[in-house]
């Protein structure tokens, strides 16, 4: 950090801070953090963030294809009962949504709900660990949950919501699609009243759905900086049931948001009569 003794402000400024890199206006191209990270612009790039999401994403890759190379039809290990258990939950919440024909959905819904899992967990790791060694290798800040920052979660949701989009025309047509937008909730006579709320419907889904998890991770990541400014022994009395509950919050998360990209998925694929 930039001082040896932070204030409590200067602490939880600090560890909420995401290493940016972009053209700054004093010193050009670079790396920077804290107040002169948003003096970068639209453009600048949460290095962190794109760092533990990727390497999220690499880990359930190797994971799962790992046990599909090792999988066994006779009694199988724990890691393959746990994946086998996992693939099936998310093939029912599909089955039980999702009444269409699309081979993506089911592995879209796994992906969705694994890597947001992954990312969310990383939530555990004592909030001091990660960038004290960052500090060490010369990194002065060092996020380390993605769903803590609003890009990484906006990014994803915005993604279903182009996936709406594609399916709604793919399935529906342009014209279908338009006159979704435009003859519905009131009839032919109200075009102009049925495309705003229409609209707005539309692209509230991926607004909410980003921002819902963003909302309840960073107030998670809030309550861990401040129960971190406690005395020593106060902390682990309150980090320890708040860590057990903050795994439900994890899981609850990440079955929210595949759930809603279920639906939304099912809602483009529906077909309605004018």
């Given at each position: 950090m930039a001082s040896e003794n932070p204030t409590s402000s200067e602490y939880i400024s600090h560890h909420l801070s995401n290493l940016t890199f972009g053209n700054h206006p004093d010193f050009?191209?670079?790396?920077?953090?804290g107040e002169k990270a948003a003096e970068m612009g639209f453009w600048a790039i949460h290095v962190?963030?794109?760092?533990?999401?990727?390497?999220?994403?690499v880990f359930f890759i190797w994971l799962f294809k790992k046990v599909a190379d090792t999988a066994v039809s006779g009694v199988p290990g724990n890691l393959q009962n746990f994946i086998e258990v996992v693939v099936e939950f998310?093939?029912?919440?599909?089955?039980?949504i999702f009444h269409h024909n699309?081979?993506?959905?089911?592995?879209?819904?796994?992906?969705?709900?694994?890597w947001i899992f992954l990312m969310n967990l990383l939530k555990l790791i004592p909030v001091d660990f990660i960038?004290?060694?960052a500090g060490e290798m010369g990194l002065p800040y060092w996020k380390i949950v993605p769903t803590t920052d609003i890009n990484a979660t906006l990014g994803m949701s915005f993604s279903v919501f182009f996936?709406?989009?594609y399916y709604s025309i793919k399935v529906k047509g342009v014209k279908g699609f338009a006159a979704e937008l435009s003859l519905q909730p009131l009839g032919k006579y109200f075009i102009p009243f049925n495309l705003?709320?229409?609209?707005?419907?539309?692209?509230?889904?991926?607004?909410?759905l980003g921002l819902?998890?963003?909302?309840n991770m960073y107030a998670g990541e809030i309550i861990f900086i401040l129960i971190a400014l406690l005395p020593f022994w106060i902390q682990w009395v309150l980090s320890v049931p708040w860590a057990i509950f903050h795994i439900l919050v994890i899981v609850l998360q990440a079955f929210i948001f595949m759930v809603l990209t279920i639906v939304y998925m099912a809602m483009a694929h529906d077909e309605h009569e004018h």
């Open positions: 050009g191209w670079g790396f920077a953090g962190d963030t794109m760092f533990f999401s990727i390497l999220t994403g998310v093939e029912d919440n599909v089955k039980s699309n081979p993506t959905i089911a592995p879209l819904a796994l992906t969705v709900f694994v960038p004290y060694i996936l709406i989009i705003f709320l229409e609209l707005v419907n539309l692209f509230a889904k991926p607004v909410s819902r998890l963003f909302g």
